[in-house]
C-alpha cells in the first residue's frame, strides 16, 4: 500500500475508535440530565441514585473518549499537510472553536459537576448536568460542520491555491453539514437509549436491583422509540441532501447504473461493478427510487455510467454498507417499539429482556455504517469536487505510516477492551456499588 492507503486506513481507525465512545457521551449526557430533573423536581433520593449510577458510567466513557479524540485531531499536520495547507483556512477555524469553546465547556462543567456534590445547590447542580448536555453536542455540530464543508464545499473562495473563507454564515448553515448533523445527533441519542434499556433489561431479568432498574426501563422505553422514529426521518432528509448535492454516491448506494426518468426502486438487487451492472435485479417498484431521493415520482436519478470511472466511489462497500444500515434501522424501531409496548407490565415479556442486552453493540455498527458510507462514499475526494484524496496526503513514506498505523490499531484497541470491561464492571455491580 502506498502512504496515501495506509494514511486512509490510519485515520479510519482513529476515527472509528473515537466513535466508540462519543455517540454514548452524547445520548447518554441526556438521559443523565434528564434524571437529575427528576430529582431536583420530586425530591426522590431514587432518582438522586440512577443519577450517580448512570452518571459513572457516562464519566467512564468520556474519559477514555478525550484520550482518543485528542490524538485524532493531530493527524491533519502528520498525515494529511497538503488538506490542512489547502483548507486549514476553513477547515482550522472551526476546529478551533470546538475546541476552544464547546469541549473546555464541557470539560468544565463535568468537573464541576462529578466534584460538586453537596457543595453547590441542587438546581445548579442540575444546570451543571444540562450544560455538560448542551455543550457536547454543540461541540459535535463544529465537528460536523467541518466535516459537512468537505461533503459539500460552501462558503469559500480559491485564491493562492488555496480554499479561503469568504462567507463564514454559508459555512455553519450547510445545509449539508446540518443534514448531518440531525441524523448523526439524534442516533447518538437512540443508541444511548438502547444502552439504558438493555442494562435495566440484564438487571430485571438477573432479578438483582430489579425495581430500581424497572424506572429506567419504563422511561428509556418511550425515548429510545421516538429516537429509532426520528432518526428514520431524518435519514430521510439527509437521503435527499446526497441526491441533490452527491448523485454518484446515491448510484452508488443504490446500485443504479443507467440514468431513469423515472427511477425504479428494486427491493432485490446485487450490483457488479466489474460488468457495470446488477448481478441480480428483482421486485422493482416503479418510480419509488425517484421519490425516495427527490420526493418525486417521477425525478430522473443520474445512473453511475454518467459519471468517469475516476470519479466514482467503490460501490460494494457503500451500497452494502448502506442497506445493512437501513435494516438495522429497521430492527431497532421494531425493538423500540416492543420495549415501550411492555414498559407498563410489572414482569416485561422475558424473549425481550433476553434481547436487548444483544442490542447494546448494534447502534455502534450501525453508526460505523452510517459513517463508511459518508466518507468511502465521497472518494475519490477529501473536499468534494475540490481536492482529490491523493493529492492532499502529506510527503512521508509509506514505512513511517504503516508504522504508526500498527501502533494506533495497538493502543485503541487496549483502549477499546478498557472502555468495554470498565463498562461492564459497573454496569454488572448496580447501584449500591456506584
Request: aromatic share 14%; proline share 5%.
Given at each position: 500500500?502506498d502512504?496515501?492507503?495506509l494514511?486512509?486506513?490510519?485515520f479510519?481507525?482513529?476515527?472509528?475508535f473515537?466513535?466508540?465512545?462519543?455517540?454514548?457521551?452524547?445520548?447518554?449526557?441526556?438521559?443523565?440530565?434528564?434524571?437529575?430533573?427528576?430529582?431536583?423536581?420530586?425530591?426522590?433520593?431514587?432518582?438522586?441514585?440512577?443519577?450517580?449510577?448512570w452518571?459513572?458510567?457516562?464519566?467512564?466513557?468520556f474519559?477514555?473518549?478525550?484520550?482518543?479524540?485528542i490524538s485524532?485531531?493531530?493527524?491533519?499536520?502528520?498525515?494529511?499537510?497538503?488538506?490542512?495547507?489547502f483548507?486549514?483556512?476553513?477547515?482550522?477555524?472551526?476546529l478551533?472553536?470546538?475546541?476552544?469553546?464547546?469541549?473546555?465547556?464541557?470539560?468544565?462543567?463535568?468537573?464541576?459537576?462529578?466534584?460538586?456534590?453537596?457543595k453547590?445547590?441542587k438546581?445548579?447542580?442540575?444546570?451543571?448536568?444540562?450544560?455538560?448536555?448542551?455543550a457536547?453536542?454543540?461541540?459535535?455540530?463544529?465537528?460536523?460542520?467541518?466535516?459537512?464543508?468537505?461533503q459539500?464545499?460552501?462558503g469559500?473562495?480559491?485564491?493562492?491555491?488555496r480554499?479561503?473563507?469568504?462567507?463564514?454564515?454559508?459555512?455553519?448553515?450547510?445545509?449539508?453539514?446540518?443534514g448531518?448533523?440531525?441524523?448523526?445527533?439524534?442516533?447518538?441519542?437512540?443508541?444511548?437509549?438502547?444502552?439504558?434499556?438493555?442494562?435495566?433489561?440484564?438487571?430485571m431479568?438477573?432479578?438483582?436491583?430489579?425495581?430500581?432498574?424497572?424506572?429506567?426501563?419504563?422511561?428509556?422505553?418511550?425515548f429510545?422509540?421516538?429516537?429509532?422514529?426520528?432518526v428514520?426521518?431524518?435519514?430521510?432528509?439527509?437521503?435527499?441532501?446526497?441526491?441533490?448535492?452527491?448523485?454518484?454516491?446515491?448510484?452508488?448506494?443504490?446500485?443504479?447504473?443507467?440514468t431513469?426518468?423515472?427511477?425504479?426502486?428494486?427491493l432485490?438487487?446485487?450490483?457488479?461493478?466489474?460488468?457495470e451492472?446488477?448481478?441480480?435485479?428483482?421486485?422493482?417498484?416503479?418510480g419509488?427510487?425517484?421519490?425516495?431521493?427527490?420526493g418525486?415520482?417521477?425525478?430522473?436519478?443520474?445512473?453511475?455510467?454518467?459519471?468517469?470511472?475516476?470519479?466514482?466511489?467503490?460501490?460494494?462497500?457503500?451500497?452494502?454498507?448502506?442497506?445493512?444500515?437501513?435494516?438495522?434501522?429497521?430492527?431497532?424501531?421494531?425493538?423500540?417499539?416492543?420495549?415501550?409496548?411492555?414498559?407498563?407490565?410489572?414482569?416485561?415479556?422475558?424473549?425481550l429482556?433476553?434481547?436487548?442486552?444483544?442490542?447494546?453493540?448494534?447502534?455502534?455498527?450501525?453508526?460505523?455504517?452510517?459513517?463508511?458510507?459518508?466518507?468511502?462514499?465521497?472518494?475519490?475526494?477529501i473536499?468534494?469536487k475540490?481536492?482529490r484524496?491523493?493529492?492532499a496526503?502529506?510527503?512521508?513514506?509509506?514505512?513511517?505510516?504503516?508504522?504508526?498505523l500498527?501502533?494506533?490499531?495497538c493502543?485503541?484497541?487496549?483502549?477499546?477492551?478498557?472502555?468495554?470491561?470498565?463498562?461492564?464492571?459497573y454496569?454488572?455491580?448496580?447501584?449500591?456499588?456506584?
Amino acid at each position: 500500500m502506498d502512504a496515501a492507503m495506509l494514511s486512509r486506513l490510519q485515520f479510519a481507525v482513529a476515527v472509528f475508535f473515537h466513535f466508540i465512545f462519543v455517540p454514548l457521551t452524547l445520548g447518554l449526557s441526556l438521559m443523565v440530565a434528564w434524571m437529575e430533573t427528576r430529582y431536583v423536581k420530586t425530591g426522590d433520593e431514587v432518582w438522586l441514585k440512577h443519577t450517580k449510577f448512570w452518571g459513572k458510567l457516562f464519566l467512564i466513557n468520556f474519559a477514555l473518549g478525550v484520550v482518543t479524540g485528542i490524538s485524532l485531531e493531530f493527524q491533519f499536520g502528520t498525515n494529511w499537510s497538503r488538506y490542512s495547507e489547502f483548507v486549514g483556512d476553513i477547515f482550522g477555524s472551526l476546529l478551533a472553536i470546538e475546541a476552544t469553546v464547546a469541549f473546555f465547556l464541557e470539560s468544565t462543567f463535568i468537573a464541576v459537576w462529578h466534584f460538586g456534590w453537596k457543595k453547590i445547590g441542587k438546581k445548579l447542580h442540575c444546570l451543571c448536568a444540562w450544560l455538560v448536555f448542551f455543550a457536547g453536542n454543540i461541540s459535535a455540530l463544529w465537528i460536523i460542520i467541518a466535516n459537512g464543508f468537505m461533503q459539500h464545499p460552501a462558503g469559500y473562495v480559491l485564491r493562492n491555491g488555496r480554499a479561503e473563507l469568504e462567507s463564514f454564515r454559508d459555512v455553519v448553515a450547510n445545509p449539508y453539514a446540518l443534514g448531518i448533523f440531525s441524523h448523526v445527533i439524534i442516533t447518538a441519542w437512540m443508541l444511548a437509549g438502547f444502552f439504558v434499556l438493555g442494562i435495566s433489561a440484564w438487571h430485571m431479568l438477573k432479578e438483582t436491583h430489579a425495581e430500581f432498574f424497572r424506572r429506567t426501563f419504563k422511561m428509556a422505553a418511550p425515548f429510545t422509540l421516538i429516537a429509532a422514529l426520528l432518526v428514520a426521518l431524518t435519514g430521510d432528509i439527509h437521503g435527499k441532501n446526497v441526491s441533490a448535492y452527491q448523485p454518484a454516491k446515491l448510484a452508488a448506494m443504490e446500485g443504479h447504473w443507467e440514468t431513469a426518468k423515472p427511477a425504479p426502486f428494486y427491493l432485490l438487487v446485487v450490483p457488479n461493478e466489474a460488468k457495470e451492472e446488477n448481478s441480480i435485479e428483482a421486485i422493482g417498484i416503479p418510480g419509488l427510487l425517484s421519490f425516495l431521493s427527490f420526493g418525486d415520482f417521477s425525478a430522473e436519478v443520474k445512473g453511475l455510467k454518467e459519471f468517469p470511472k475516476q470519479d466514482r466511489p467503490p460501490v460494494a462497500p457503500v451500497f452494502w454498507s448502506f442497506r445493512a444500515m437501513v435494516a438495522f434501522g429497521m430492527l431497532f424501531i421494531f425493538m423500540a417499539l416492543w420495549a415501550t409496548w411492555q414498559r407498563k407490565q410489572q414482569v416485561p415479556d422475558q424473549r425481550l429482556l433476553k434481547l436487548l442486552p444483544w442490542m447494546i453493540p448494534l447502534p455502534y455498527l450501525s453508526i460505523a455504517l452510517g459513517w463508511a458510507v459518508a466518507e468511502i462514499g465521497r472518494q475519490p475526494w477529501i473536499v468534494y469536487k475540490l481536492m482529490r484524496t491523493s493529492d492532499a496526503v502529506s510527503p512521508v513514506p509509506a514505512e513511517h505510516v504503516a508504522i504508526t498505523l500498527a501502533g494506533f490499531v495497538c493502543v485503541y484497541a487496549l483502549l477499546g477492551l478498557l472502555d468495554i470491561l470498565l463498562l461492564i464492571k459497573y454496569a454488572r455491580k448496580g447501584p449500591e456499588e456506584a
